[in-house]
C-alpha cells in the first residue's frame, strides 16, 4: 500500500494485552531463526543456508502438506532443498499455526507488526482478549488453507503472519467502521484518513493482485500470498459480524433484564 498506518484514534479502554504479545512472540521468534542476522549461533552463510531450509521444512507450512495430510516425502524434500535435510517435521496441521509466527526477512516482520499494532488494539478491546486470540488464529489458519487451495500441491514454504492480520483487518471494519486513522501517506505526508477507507483499499489492492496472480501466473513471480490475504480478511469479516453480532445480542437482551 501507498500508506503506512501509525495510530488509530479509538481510545482503547484496557491494556491489549494479547495484541502486545503477539508482537512480541512474532519478534522473538523472528530474531531466534535462521532468517535473523542476529543469530549468529546458526554459522557462516553456507551452514546457514542448510539450517534454513531445515528450518522451514519443520515450521513452515507447505500447500503439498496442507492438501493431502501428510509430511512431505524424500522426493518432495530434494526438490525444494539443496542441502541434504530430514524430511521429518511436524504434522500440516501444527505447520500451519506455526507458520504464522515465521517471517522471511527485518521488513516482512515490521510491514506485518506495525498493521497488527495499529489495529490490533481496537479489535481486541471491542471483541475480548478471548475473542480476539481465537480470531487471529482462526482466521491465519484459513488462510493458510485458502492459500493452499489457491496454489495446488506445491512444495513451496508458506510464512507470515499477513493471513492473520488481514482476519483482523476484516474484523476491524466492522467493529470500528467511523475510526480515522493517522497514515503515512506515500512514506512522507501525515494524514488522517477513514480508517474504513485504509482497510478497504488494501483488501482492494490484494483481491486484485490475487486475481492477477490467478490469471497470469507466468507474469507473476513475487513471494506473497495474496490468496492467503483475501481469504484472511473475507474470514475475519465475516466472523468479525457473526461475533460482533452475537455479541451486541446478548448485550441488549441484558439489557432489556434491567
Do not use: K
Not at 4 to 33: E, F, G, M, Q, W
Not at 56 to 77: K, Y
Not at 89 to 107: C, E, I, K, N, Q
Not at 229 to 235: E, K, P
Amino acid at each position: 500500500m501507498a500508506g503506512i498506518p501509525l495510530s488509530d484514534d479509538y481510545p482503547v479502554r484496557r491494556v491489549p494485552v494479547v495484541t502486545y504479545a503477539l508482537v512480541a512472540v512474532n519478534v522473538t521468534v523472528y530474531l531466534l531463526s535462521p532468517m535473523s542476522m542476529l543469530a549468529v549461533w546458526y554459522g557462516d552463510p553456507s551452514a546457514r543456508v542448510c539450517a534454513l531450509e531445515q528450518y522451514l521444512l519443520r515450521w513452515a507450512a507447505f500447500p503439498a502438506e496442507l492438501l493431502t495430510g501428510t509430511r512431505l516425502g524424500a522426493e518432495q524434500v530434494d526438490s525444494f532443498a539443496v542441502c541434504s535435510v530430514d524430511p521429518a517435521g511436524t504434522w500440516p496441521w501444527v505447520s500451519a499455526v506455526t507458520s504464522m509466527f515465521l517471517h522471511a526477512d527485518a521488513w516482512h516482520l515490521v510491514g506485518n507488526m506495525v498493521y497488527l499494532f495499529v489495529f490490533g488494539p481496537c479489535v481486541e478491546d471491542r471483541l475480548g482478549r478471548f475473542r480476539f486470540a481465537a480470531i487471529y488464529l482462526g482466521t491465519g489458519l484459513a488462510a493458510c488453507y485458502g492459500f493452499a487451495l489457491a496454489e495446488g500441491p506445491a512444495v513451496v514454504p508458506m510464512v507470515g503472519a499477513s493471513g492473520a492480520i488481514s482476519g483482523v483487518l476484516g474484523a476491524y471494519l466492522v467493529v470500528q467502521f467511523r475510526s480515522r486513522v493517522t497514515t503515512l501517506l506515500l512514506g512522507i505526508l501525515p494524514v488522517r484518513l477513514p480508517g474504513w477507507m485504509l482497510v478497504a483499499t488494501f483488501f482492494a489492492l490484494d483481491y486484485f493482485l490475487y486475481l492477477s496472480s490467478s490469471l497470469y501466473p507466468d507474469e507473476q513471480q513475487g513471494s506473497v500470498a495474496y490468496a492467503a490475504h483475501v481469504y484472511g480478511f473475507l474470514t475475519g469479516l465475516v466472523v468479525g459480524l457473526l461475533v460482533y453480532r452475537v455479541r451486541w445480542g446478548a448485550g441488549a437482551r441484558l439489557s432489556d433484564v434491567h
